[in-house]
């Protein structure tokens, strides 16, 4: 009997983890350094946007790399001191201020370059997550869900997001009460109680639409 698209049936083959074959047929083209970049934190509310830009070493690939939200935070961190060892890291920041005056896409984009930029060698190539490209010096090329397929775009993700959980953590108790440390900034229903119960704060993004709602009800 043939099978349609909406039969239910399931594909119980495994999932292949991100691999460096992308990578390796830039430098077969030539295309040396190639790095790979993703970001972390466009959704919550509160907390920067991270971007992280990786050159991976073909000799020295981490074994385990997969989209960071795939991987247990155990595994992240685990993963993140080896990317940091092994490899070419360059980190940016997006504050919730450069958010707020430009809109999140621009904010991202523009740590995404600037990540980029912070490379020790300027890449050829840049393999970037999702489907818009920053603006860089070099060739970009994006990938959509490149977190699962592309190795160097992989450890840009786990240290982008190991790198925002440390800083939201350190902004939890900084600004005791809010719960950053558990939920990264993002709109739960602890945060919203929050907000209810302290206001914002700094590190609030006040362009988003639910803490300008509550910043306007509060006038």
Not at 23 to 39: H, K
Not at 108 to 137: E, I, M
Request: overall charge positive; hydrophobic content about 45%; aromatic content about 4%.
């Amino acid at each position: 009997m043939a099978v349609t698209p909406n039969s239910g049936t399931r594909n119980t083959a495994p999932r292949s983890l991100p691999d460096f074959s992308h990578e390796r047929a830039a430098w077969a083209a030539g295309e040396v350094p190639v790095a790979g970049a993703d970001e972390v934190g466009r959704g919550p509310w509160a907390g920067p946007v991270v971007a992280c830009a990786v050159v991976l070493d073909p000799a020295r690939v981490p074994e385990g790399l997969d989209d960071s939200k795939r991987l247990s935070a155990a595994q992240r961190e685990k993963l993140f001191e080896i990317i940091c060892a092994t490899a070419e890291v360059s980190l940016a920041f997006a504050p919730p201020a450069r958010i707020d005056g430009h809109n999140i896409r621009q904010a991202t984009l523009w740590a995404l370059a600037r990540a980029v930029a912070g490379l020790p060698r300027a890449p050829r190539l840049v393999l970037v997550d999702g489907n818009d490209a920053p603006p860089v010096a070099c060739t970009a090329r994006t990938v959509i869900g490149g977190d699962g397929l592309v190795a160097s775009i992989a450890a840009a993700s786990i240290v982008a997001k190991v790198t925002r959980d440390r800083l939201m953590a350190s902004l939890g108790a900084a600004h005791p009460g809010y719960g950053f440390e558990r939920h990264m900034g993002y709109g739960t229903p602890e945060h919203q109680q929050a907000l209810a119960q302290l206001g914002t704060c700094r590190h609030h993004r006040t362009s988003f639409a639910p803490i300008r709602a509550r910043l306007a009800a509060a006038e």
